[in-house]
């Protein structure tokens, strides 16, 4: 394993421990999905212990940090330059119906940057993290974005509403985390969309740009309404034209 900081440990430490009650409540969803009353209630609960699992974990080793999440929002500690930024679930959905594509996301920013980034898909079992400067790596091996260089030969994701008709063939899987994850391992070559809150992307920003990606300019400061392009660099000025509508 490569060597990672104290923080990045801790990271992955309240991750596994918070994936064993996803996993065990993905499992319930699934008698649920039968059922008439639906699993609605029951995935807001699973959100929310999930998140104070994450969250007792990550303040139990750190006590004065800052924390930026999904179901909790801003808690300022004592310490305003080292924030957490955390989604439990990110592709609730997803979760929601049973389907097994989503993830925890957790993210450190250090002043107005994200230093370290971490997401985790219990299910598959499939651990991506970065950290600045350090490289990003899956399941501890190193990670690249694609090297594709022809257009007509990528994979691009994306989400939420799309007004054109896109000459690009893409997928929309429902979890902007992994998505970003998976641009930055290569198996797709570059993701777009509008809207997104700061918890969904903030691992994921990170980790593209420790693969050698690139992404447009985002205002890491804002929680709301954030539009992500992110690609390899071979492809990003043609996926650029392509959506320049978007």
Partial sequence: MNSISANLNIMIKASEKASKILIRDFGEIEKLQVSKKGPNDFVTNSDLRVEKIIIDELQKAKPNYSIISEENGVQVNRDKK??????????????????PHFAISIALKCEDKIISGLIFDPIKNEIFYAEKNNGAFFNNQRIRVSKKNQINDCLFVTGGKIKDKLELQYRKTGSAALDLAYVA?????????????????????????????????????????IKVIASSPNINAKLLEKINNF
Avoid: K
């Avoid at 924030?83 to 609730?92: S, Y």
């Avoid at 918890?199 to 447009?216: C, F, K, P, Q, R």
């Fill in 82 to 99: 080292n924030t957490w930024i955390l989604d439990p679930i990110d592709g609730t959905v997803n979760f929601l119906h049973g389907i």
């Fill in 185 to 225: 391992s290569g198996r797709y070559d570059g993701y777009f969309q509008n809207n997104l809150n700061i918890w969904d992307i903030a691992a994921g920003i990170i980790l593209v740009e420790e693969a050698g990606g690139i992404l447009n300019n985002i205002d890491i400061s804002s929680h709301n309404n």
